[in-house]
Nanobody, 114 residues
Framework: QVRTTESGGGLVQAGGSLRLSCAASEGIFKRRPMGWWRRAPGKTRELIARILPYGTTTIYEDSVEGRFTISRDDEKNMMYLEMRELKPEDTGRYYC???????WGQGTQVTVSS
């Protein structure tokens, strides 16, 4: 499994930007597809962005495509989620993990106010 730790969440006004970071365990990170999940209030955890090994392919859920950008730095065992033009409906707790997920950390809370 790849152990992951999320950070970078916070409170932001609608239309603002935020960058989330995901620190992964060393050794096998670069060979694994990775993703970001979001659990909105009253909803189940949803995969919103994924990135294949070596960053060759990225895929986004329709609600975030064009606003969110997933990236990875394999030398540092890090993954990121750049969020722009944030909307109140983006509010939720964000998690990162390999795909399929084998480990869940505490996530990081993102709250977007109107």
């Amino acid at each position: 499994q790849v152990r992951t730790t999320e950070s970078g969440g916070g409170l932001v006004q609608a239309g603002g930007s935020l960058r989330l970071s995901c620190a992964a365990s060393e050794g096998i990170f670069k060979r694994r597809p990775m993703g970001w999940w979001r659990r909105a209030p009253g909803k189940t955890r949803e995969l919103i962005a994924r990135i294949l090994p070596y960053g060759t392919t990225t895929i986004y859920e329709d609600s975030v495509e064009g606003r969110f950008t997933i990236s990875r730095d394999d030398e540092k065992n890090m993954m990121y989620l750049e969020m722009r033009e944030l909307k109140p409906e983006d509010t939720g707790r964000y998690y990162c993990s390999e795909i399929p997920p084998s480990y869940w950390g505490q996530g990081t809370q993102v709250t977007v106010s109107s």
